[in-house]
């Protein structure tokens, strides 16, 4: 049988490598505001929101010049500014704490298109196949048209390829109904998983807010997909996702993504 999947099959595995990085030693600025916020006040509330500020204020002023940091210590807080490279390597080390093969730069048969990550992925005594397409800037704030961008891309990968395809990573995405609910007035990032769902492209975003802005916290991610998680560390895949949209009319049709044994 000729088939995309059995090309995997006959390709070699690409061993994949982790990137070190040093430590980088920082020595801290006292500003205006922490100045302010250690005099004494006689409002104790007006006091403790001077410290917040201060706080916040030194943590964004740290991440924009620790240009030497590791991505880790930068995905303390979201809302610093990682790049392509970053993001990158983040979803390489999810991809290996969760014992997945992958390669990069897959080139899609018959085309000479590239997705970023295709990851085979272990299932029920067999394996499925997904793809991953990096994009640095996936928030809640990102433009819509640059998210329509992103989600025709997408589609035409899942299209090609046969299998669902996830754009990531998402830093503040928040916990998995944030990103499905529906309703009549959602943000953008909403909208691309709400609709992107019906064309196979799903979001890989942090499954709640663990970051902690400044302290080192668990980070975890899920894979979503038409309003559920398509896989969660705490569950696996959901058998439920486990499927392409393939509508061809007014009734909703799904076909079972399959597990190649």
């Known amino acids: 049988m000729s088939s995309l999947y059995e090309t995997h099959e006959s390709e070699p595995d690409m061993p994949s490598t982790r990137m070190e990085s040093t430590p980088t030693t920082m020595v801290r600025q006292t500003d205006v ?82 997705i970023d990550f295709l990851v085979k992925a272990p299932h029920e005594g067999g394996h499925i196949f997904f793809g991953v397409e990096c994009k640095k800037d996936l928030t809640k704030d990102t433009n819509v048209t640059v998210l329509a961008d992103y989600l025709e ?3 035409a990968y899942s299209k090609a390829l046969d299998m ?5 990573p998402v830093l503040d995405g928040g916990m998995v109904t ?38 080192n916290k668990d980070i975890k991610y899920g894979l979503v997909l038409r309003g559920s998680y398509f896989w969660s560390r705490e569950s696996g895949f959901n058998s439920k996702r486990l499927s392409m949209a393939c509508s061809t009319g007014s009734k909703k049709e799904r076909k079972p993504l399959k597990v190649w044994k």
Request: aromatic share 10%; glycine share 8%.
């Open 164 to 168: 669902p395809v996830f754009l990531g």
């Open 33 to 114: 505001r922490e100045r302010i916020s250690t005099t004494s006040c006689p409002y104790p509330k007006a006091e403790l929101i001077l410290s917040q500020i201060s706080r916040y204020e030194r943590q964004k002023a740290t991440a924009r010049s620790q240009g030497t940091q590791t991505t880790r210590s930068k995905l303390t807080d979201p809302r610093s500014l990682l790049s392509e490279t970053d993001c990158s390597q983040l979803l390489r080390e999810f991809f290996q704490a969760q014992g997945w093969e992958y390669r990069e730069e897959y080139e899609i048969k018959g085309s000479f298109n590239r």
């Open 178 to 215: 944030a990103l499905s609910a529906g309703g009549h007035s959602v943000n953008a990032l909403n909208s691309l998983c709400i609709f992107g769902g019906r064309f196979n492209v799903g979001l890989l975003s942090n499954q709640m807010y663990v970051w902690g802005y400044g302290h």
């Open 153 to 155: 891309q997408a589609a």
